[in-house]
């Protein structure tokens, strides 16, 4: 067939170059990976992608996110090579490949300091009481106020109250400082929380797609579980039904703004892992003749019906939340990290059996960060197996 002879010709044009050339012969005959079975595959796309503006979504997600996809998918497939190799089919191209793999490094480091963040709070859930639930701790301030006296702070205190997540999130978890002037003492247990981390994603990472593989069908799956339980408690509090009001009314006027437009994009984009090289990497360990159409159609889907059917679960709870405190919900939820951990433990502090929701929710975030490290981490270490193969003698088997 035209694909097999143009791959044929694409593999002799990469292993010409000199840092192949460079590389013993047997190092060079070696194959590549391939998955154990096709759900592994798609397991690890599901895991990778999760993650509306639902108008602007929509339209971002399925004529941008899609079709770009497709395309990383068709490229992993036809060379067999992740992102550092592949684009080697062109001189001009190069130095995208090791671009799209120093991104997913410097992502890689960003999302492990997420991680360590979610075992901190889920080593601080198994407790009868969770410590962000009150202000009586070292780390709180004057300003502090819990959720029966917030909205009594709020119309006759001129500084802003802040609640107890955000105290705890802040002055204990993170330490911050007042300024960049001043580095304050570093969270050792937090910084343990980072080691374990990184000890974690080694651990399943530590025999390629072949470890990895099998991870991900706790990994990718759990999450679906706990979001689903997540809805069942919300819809079943108080105010739940103003909170999913909220997230279902369109508003019409933001429509016209470029802002929410470029926000969807982006978001479509990250949530996709669009152009930061996984999507690459694990399209190369499929056989030449997968069908990655199918998986491309059923992946998008999945990753675009979680974006939607996560928000049930998040908005519900919010609800209840702006039901308890006696303030909008737009002034409740948080964007960014403030809605994992600062609006969400407010909810889970003040519901019934808070703790035991906590660590569930705290152990699926883990289970997503998990996920996402995986992929992240395979540009890397492929891009370097791919490169410099004599690197492939030293890889545990």
């Known amino acids: 067939?035209?694909?097999?002879?143009?791959?044929?010709?694409?593999?002799?044009?990469?292993?010409?170059?000199?840092?192949?050339?460079?590389?013993?012969?047997?190092?060079?005959?070696?194959?590549?990976?391939?998955?154990?079975?096709?759900?592994?595959?798609?397991?690890?796309?599901?895991?990778?992608?999760?993650?509306?503006?639902?108008?602007?979504y929509?339209?971002?997600?399925?004529?941008?996110?899609?079709?770009?996809?497709?395309?990383?998918?068709?490229?992993?497939?036809?060379?067999?090579?992740?992102?550092?190799?592949?684009?080697?089919?062109?001189?001009?191209?190069?130095?995208?490949?090791?671009?799209?793999?120093?991104?997913?490094?410097?992502?890689?480091?960003?999302?492990?300091?997420?991680?360590?963040?979610?075992?901190?709070?889920?080593?601080?859930?198994?407790?009868?009481?969770?410590?962000?639930?009150?202000?009586?701790?070292?780390?709180?301030?004057?300003r502090c106020a819990t959720t029966g006296k917030y909205h009594i702070y709020n119309q006759t205190n001129c500084t802003?109250?802040?609640?107890?997540?955000?105290?705890?999130?802040?002055?204990?978890?993170?330490?911050?400082?007042?300024?960049?002037?001043?580095?304050?003492?570093?969270?050792?247990?937090?910084?343990?929380?980072?080691?374990?981390a990184?000890?974690?994603?080694?651990?399943?990472?530590?025999?390629?797609?072949?470890?990895?593989?099998?991870?991900?069908?706790?990994?990718?799956?759990f999450p679906y579980i706990v979001i689903f339980a997540l809805i069942i408690r919300g819809v079943t509090l108080p105010g739940a039904r103003a909170g999913i009001t909220y997230y279902l009314k369109p508003n019409w006027s933001k429509i016209r703004e470029l802002d929410v437009w470029i926000a969807a994009a982006s978001q479509v984009t990250f949530s996709l892992s669009v152009a930061f090289g996984p999507l690459l990497g694990y399209a190369s360990f499929n056989k030449f003749h997968a069908n990655y159409l199918r998986a491309c159609i059923f992946v998008t889907a999945c990753d675009c019906f979680t974006s939607v059917f996560a928000g049930f679960a998040i908005f519900s709870i919010l609800g209840y939340m702006s039901l308890k405190m006696g303030v909008p919900i737009e002034q409740v939820a948080k964007a960014g990290p403030g809605l994992a951990f600062v609006a969400y433990p407010q909810a889970l502090s003040i519901m019934p059996g808070g703790p035991f929701w906590a660590v569930v929710f705290f152990f699926m975030l883990l289970t997503l960060g998990l996920d996402s490290q995986f992929a992240f981490a395979d540009v890397i270490i492929s891009g370097l197996l791919d490169t410099f193969k004599s690197l492939r003698r030293h890889k545990i088997s």
Do not use: H
């Open 160 to 196: 802003m109250p802040t609640l107890p997540p955000e105290e705890y999130f802040d002055n204990y978890v993170l330490r911050r400082s007042d300024s960049l002037d001043q580095l304050g003492s570093p969270n050792w247990a937090l910084s343990l929380c980072l080691l374990l």
């Open 198 to 221: 990184w000890i974690l994603v080694g651990l399943c990472i530590i025999q390629g797609i072949k470890s990895s593989g099998k991870v991900v069908y706790f990994t990718a799956l």
């Open 58 to 142: 929509f339209c971002i997600y399925f004529l941008i996110g899609t079709p770009l996809f497709f395309l990383e998918m068709s490229l992993g497939q036809f060379t067999s090579s992740g992102s550092a190799a592949a684009f080697k089919m062109s001189r001009m191209f190069k130095g995208l490949g090791w671009a799209t793999a120093i991104n997913s490094f410097l992502v890689s480091i960003y999302y492990n300091v997420i991680i360590a963040w979610c075992l901190f709070y889920l080593f601080a859930s198994f407790r009868s009481k969770l410590q962000w639930s009150d202000c009586g701790n070292w780390w709180n301030t004057e």
């Open 1 to 56: 067939m035209m694909f097999d002879r143009l791959r044929a010709r694409f593999l002799l044009r990469i292993k010409s170059e000199p840092s192949f050339a460079n590389n013993n012969a047997k190092n060079e005959q070696a194959e590549r990976e391939e998955w154990d079975r096709p759900i592994e595959f798609f397991l690890s796309l599901i895991g990778c992608s999760i993650g509306a503006f639902i108008i602007p």
